[in-house]
């Protein structure tokens, strides 16, 4: 949904469009915390802040040390 080229606006607009015409409030504020979420996560892995599948596991191992 993030393109540098496409306005906020736009893009919570095309959202908006995307949503069933009975969604409530709430079903659609829930979907756009999804989608900020979602490209929050994708920057963060683009720009190199993310850890590893692996060091996840040990770090949850430590734990029960």
Do not use: C, N
């Not at 919570?12 to 979907?31: A, F, G, M, N, T």
């Not at 979602?38 to 850890?51: I, K, N, P, Q, Y």
Request: a negative charge; glycine letters at 4%.
């Amino acid at each position: 949904m993030a393109t540098a080229d496409v306005s906020a606006k736009e893009q919570i607009q095309k959202l908006l469009d995307e949503q069933p015409e009975d969604s409530s409030y709430d079903e659609i504020l829930r979907e756009l915390a999804f989608h900020r979420m979602v490209e929050r996560g994708l920057a963060d892995a683009d720009a190199g802040r993310s850890v590893s599948h692996e060091e996840i596991g040990r770090r949850i191992d430590s734990w029960a040390e």
